[in-house]
C-alpha cells in the first residue's frame, strides 16, 4: 500500500502543474525576475510567471511576447499599461478591466478576453481571434489585419483599415475605420551632452520608410540639412531612433522622414536650449488619478515665455483636447479622459515640448 500511494504521489506531481498568484511590483520588464511577488506588495520571489499562472499586472511594463494557457490569466485592473509583441491567447482570460495594451501582434485561439469600458487595446500588425470567448466594452483597435473567426460580444469599439471588416460581432457594437500614417511618431526629445546632444525619437509602425533627414536653423525658419537617419522601411512595433549631432548653441532641429518612393512629411520641429534656461514644462501629478486635475507649470520669469499652447494626443496621434495660456501654471482636467497613456504637447515661443501623460 506504501508503495502504491508513493508511486502515486510522484506520478501526480510528474504530470500535473499547479497555478501560481503572482503580482508585479515595478515599472520596467516582464522578463525582470526582480519584478514579480507572490504576494501584493511583497519582496521580490526572484521568478518569472508561467503561461499558466494568475498574474494581476499593477505596474507598466514591457514585454516580448506572452502566452496565456488553460488555468492562467492576466489581469489589468488600475489602469497599468502593458506594451510588446505578441500576445497569444490559448485558453485562460486576458482580463483588461481598466488599462492599455500596445502590442504588435494579437492571437486569441481560445479562451477569454474582457476588455473593460475604460480599457484598450491596440495592435499595428494583426489581430486574430478564433474564440468565441472575446468581449470588448472598451477600444480594440488593429491598424493592420483584423481577422475574427470566432463571435466579439459586448458593446464597445472596433477599429481597423479600410481593407478589413470586423466579421461576426454583437450588433450593439461600433466599428470605426482608421488609416495608417507611413510613420507614426509617438514621441521625440533630446538630452545635453558636453559637445553635442543626442536627438530621440520614437515611430509605433513604419510603411516604406526609407529614413529621415534632420535639419538645424538659428531663427527657426532657415534649415539646413545636417543629417541623415536610415528607417527600417517596415515595422509593426516599436522602433527608437538616437542620432546624435554637435550643438555648440541653442537652436532649432527639424525632422523630417521621406519613404521610398521620394515623398515627405515634416514630422517635427523641436527648440534645443542650451542657454540654461530651458523653460522646460512641469506636469504633475503624473502618473494621475483619472478625474483629477493636472498642472502644468512653465518659468514665465522674465517674460521668457508670454503665452503658450498645450495639446492632448492619443497614442494613435488623434487630438483629444486643446488649451490655450498666458499663465505660467495651467491646469488640465482628466475627467474626459479613459485610464491609459497619452501625450502631452507643449508649445512655446521657445519650441514644443512632449511628455507622456499616464492616467490611472
Known amino acids: 500500500m506504501k508503495k502504491f500511494f508513493l508511486f502515486t504521489l510522484l506520478y501526480t506531481s510528474c504530470h500535473f502543474s499547479f497555478s501560481a498568484n503572482l503580482y508585479s511590483r ?3 520588464s516582464w522578463d525582470d525576475p526582480g519584478n514579480w511577488s507572490t504576494t501584493p506588495g511583497g519582496p521580490s520571489c526572484s521568478c518569472l510567471p508561467s503561461e499558466t ?13 506572452l502566452t496565456v494557457k488553460t488555468g492562467g490569466s492576466i489581469s489589468i485592473e488600475n489602469g497599468q499599461s502593458l506594451q510588446g509583441s505578441t500576445i497569444t491567447i490559448q485558453g485562460g482570460l486576458f482580463d483588461l478591466q481598466n488599462g492599455q495594451v500596445i502590442a504588435n501582434n494579437l492571437n486569441v485561439q481560445s479562451g477569454n478576453i474582457n476588455v473593460g469600458a475604460i480599457a484598450q487595446i491596440t495592435t ?9 470567448g472575446v468581449v470588448v466594452n472598451g477600444t480594440l483597435t488593429s491598424y493592420g489585419t483584423f481577422q475574427n473567426l470566432g463571435y466579439i460580444d459586448g458593446s464597445g ?3 481597423h483599415t479600410p481593407f478589413e471588416t470586423t466579421g461576426n460581432v454583437n450588433p450593439l457594437i461600433t466599428d470605426f475605420t482608421v488609416f495608417v500614417a507611413p510613420v507614426k511618431l509617438t514621441g521625440i526629445s533630446y538630452t545635453i551632452e558636453s559637445s553635442h546632444i543626442n536627438l530621440k525619437w520614437k515611430t509605433i509602425a513604419e510603411k516604406n520608410n526609407a529614413g529621415f533627414e534632420i ?3 538659428e531663427d527657426g525658419i532657415n534649415f539646413q540639412l545636417i543629417g541623415f537617419q536610415e528607417g527600417k522601411n517596415n515595422t509593426t512595433g516599436i522602433t527608437e531612433y538616437i542620432y546624435s549631432l554637435p550643438v555648440n548653441s541653442s537652436c532649432y532641429i527639424k525632422l523630417i522622414q521621406f519613404d521610398n518612393d521620394g515623398q515627405h512629411e515634416d ?3 523641436i527648440f534645443v536650449d542650451l542657454s540654461g534656461n530651458s523653460n522646460i514644462p512641469l ?17 514665465n520669469s522674465n517674460n521668457k515665455t508670454s503665452s503658450y499652447s498645450t495639446s492632448i494626443y492619443d497614442l494613435n496621434g488623434s487630438l483629444l483636447k486643446q488649451m490655450d495660456s498666458s ?3 495651467n491646469s488640465i482636467s482628466t475627467k474626459e479622459l479613459k485610464p491609459g497613456t497619452y501625450i502631452v504637447e507643449i508649445v512655446t515661443e521657445k519650441g514644443r515640448h512632449q511628455e507622456y501623460l499616464i492616467v490611472r
Open 283 to 299: 506636469i504633475y501629478p503624473n502618473p494621475v488619478v483619472a478625474g483629477e486635475t493636472v498642472n502644468v507649470n512653465i518659468d
Open 157 to 159: 469599439f472596433l477599429g
Open 26 to 28: 515595478n515599472d520596467g
Open 124 to 132: 499595428s500588425n494583426s489581430f486574430t481571434n478564433y474564440s468565441n
Open 215 to 217: 535639419y538645424k536653423s
Open 267 to 269: 514630422l517635427k520641429t
Open 53 to 65: 499562472d494568475n498574474v494581476t499586472v499593477n505596474n507598466n511594463l514591457s514585454f516580448t511576447n
Open 327 to 329: 499663465s505660467n501654471l
